[in-house]
């Protein structure tokens, strides 16, 4: 073959070749245009190799424990560096001499304490860095620091899970671009001044630390503050400032507030959150000359700096700052008995209100003032036994969606709250004493407060929660005129409720009617069920007319089904996806329905292998089917066995009486005998 026709197939095979060896089949790289991904690859160094223009490397998940010098020489053009969960202790001091573009480094869960110094050089190089995250790298106060000497154009950095205790005016003092600050889950119990050199910062989080108040806060460029999980008994924001704070939301939940935070008396504050605090108002406790020896004012002394002492008025609720903006209240888990005057009143935009698990016992609409675009309200979990609120008050709740009552001690209610409620949507009024009004009732009554409830005609209404309230019957007409999607009748003993649900047949997706003893309740109409809680009901047998619908969840828990029989299981398995079936008395010599069950991938059976079932002689979990003794034949010879040994015992236990009768008398003499005989001590 002449020489010119064999060159370019040489240099195909040469290219193939080419291609095969830079891309081998186990390389652990790959590529995305600039992007290169080295995650989980075991590499214990950067690999050499890679395009020399890439951006972004990713080496994520390997074992590099040390960033040599010359590790990164041959890709100038890097932009983003990620080193996450490598063991890594150090960065060689000239790693960056070249990577004049790098902007974002991400060295998170590595061992940088080892060797913070040299890393701190290698940091310095980087002039544009803007991204850094250093977290869990059991960083101290002083290593950390040092890692961050002359950062000067960093912007976002990340610094969570270390080993940081107290922080000062010289901590961050270099980062005059920080715009975000992530100090979650380190173990810092001391802020002094340690923000005022970064006068971007909008950002930051304190959230699980050991800070037990934060007084004099007066960062007004920050739009979000996060100090959930802390210790935190005050928080005091300074009050002489006549700045506008920028404080968008700062959520101070899980905390040991006593009082509602002295918020900035001048902010956009919109989200604040303060679950589980132990806040409560004091209004009751102003101008109270009885005890005239109880403090009013709390002053909080900074002992560096004497200019700087916060004092702050305890008992007066009016003095709790710029609320105006609020458009969500978080105050569940606190020790709220009452609003202060005009406190409602003052938040015009609020839209959630959540105030479950308080001591509130009575709550006037009227008073209050409630904005309009209320959407949201849950005052579940309270003391509540009375809502109040006049016809003209109703009317501005225009928004209201969404209205939780549960577990309170309701049996007064302002009759037509519920349907001069244009928009709502959902109400769940589970665990309270009410009584769903008689056709009679509802339309006779003159009183502007009621002891029942009626929600007829109320077309915005999709899911109504009445779990628990001791009701007994629900009167026919009850639903009408509704469209409800979502019925919780669960927890009610002895309901009848069969003809009342007719007229929602169409419409409803779930109903709950667990722990309500029905026991043949035809559920034919029902067409666009989805979910069906019929637990806790003594039920034999499955309703037949279940197997019509298109159900997805199925709650059969603590019935009295010994079987499934075979069809419905075979009927139900293909469109079942949620089964509850544990706490019946299930037979072991019938349990096809089980295989069935489990061999349908769709269906998820909670709690399985908690499923049990009896045989002639025990309970066994029913997917043990191995240890069932279910044959008759078995059985049958199992009594024979039982017979032969009775029939052969029986002669030897009689004869063994016998003996035992006549020796006891001398077995009792003997004894007589000897306990006289006994030799005495003297
Ligand atoms: C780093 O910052 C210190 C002061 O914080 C300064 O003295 C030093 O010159 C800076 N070094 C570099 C390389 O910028
Ligand atoms: C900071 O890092 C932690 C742990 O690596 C991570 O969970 C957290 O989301 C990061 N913070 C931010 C603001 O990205
Ligand atoms: C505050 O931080 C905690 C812990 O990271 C987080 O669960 C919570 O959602 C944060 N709060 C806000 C308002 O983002
Ligand atoms: C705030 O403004 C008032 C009057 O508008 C002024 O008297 C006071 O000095 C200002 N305070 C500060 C700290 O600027
Ligand atoms: C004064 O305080 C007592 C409890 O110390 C309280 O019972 C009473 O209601 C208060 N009086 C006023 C006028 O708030
Ligand atoms: C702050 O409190 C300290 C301690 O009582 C006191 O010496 C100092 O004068 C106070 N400073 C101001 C500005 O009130
Ligand atoms: C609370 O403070 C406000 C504003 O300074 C004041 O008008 C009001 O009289 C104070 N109320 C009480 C009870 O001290
Ligand atoms: C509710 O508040 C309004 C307005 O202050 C008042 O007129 C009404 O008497 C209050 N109702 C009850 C039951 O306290
Ligand atoms: C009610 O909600 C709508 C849509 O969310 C909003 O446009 C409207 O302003 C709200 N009404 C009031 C009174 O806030
Ligand atoms: C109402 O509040 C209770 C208790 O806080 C809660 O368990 C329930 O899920 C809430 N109801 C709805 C419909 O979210
Ligand atoms: C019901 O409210 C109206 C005004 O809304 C009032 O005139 C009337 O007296 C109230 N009736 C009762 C029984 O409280
Ligand atoms: C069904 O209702 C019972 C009784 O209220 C309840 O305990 C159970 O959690 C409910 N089942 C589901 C799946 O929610």
Redesign the pocket.
Known sequence: MPVHRLTPILFCLLHMWRILSSHPQHSPCQMKQRTVLCNNGKLSSVPAGLPDNIEELQLNYNHIQTLQDNSLLQYPSLNTLSLACNSMQKLEANTFKDSKLLEGLNLANNDLDIGYQETSCALKKLAGLRYLDLSENKLDDEMAATLLQNLTSLEYLNLSGNMLRRLDETSFSDLHQLKELDLQRNTLFEIDSAFDGNPKLQRLSLAFNYLTCLTDFHMTQLVVLNASHNFIEWFISRQDLNDTFQLETLDLSDNKLLFFPFLPSQSHLRNLYLSHNRVSFYE??S??D??PDSPKTVEFYNLKRNNNNVTAQLWNDSLHGDISSLEILDLSGNLVQYFPQGFIHKMPVLSRLRMYTNCLETLNLTLEHFSGSLYELDISNNRLNQIVADEGTLTTFGNLTYLNLSLNDLDWLSSGLFSSLPSLRSVDLSYNNIDICLPVEAETSTDNISACVDWRNIVSLRQLYLKGCNLKRIPPSSFTGLSLTHLELSDNSGLTVQQSLQSLSKMLQHLGLGNTQIQDFDFSNFQSLKSLNISGNFLTQLPPSLLSLDLKLLDLRDNRLSTIPSGQAITLAPKLQTLFLTGNPFNCCETEWFRTFETTKTINMVGQSYIECEDLFTTHRVSDSQSFECDEEDVESLLWYIILFVSVCLPFVGISIVVLLTVKPQIVKKSIKKKCLKPTSY
Request: aromatic share 0%.
């Open positions: 009751h406790l101008d109270n009885t005890s």
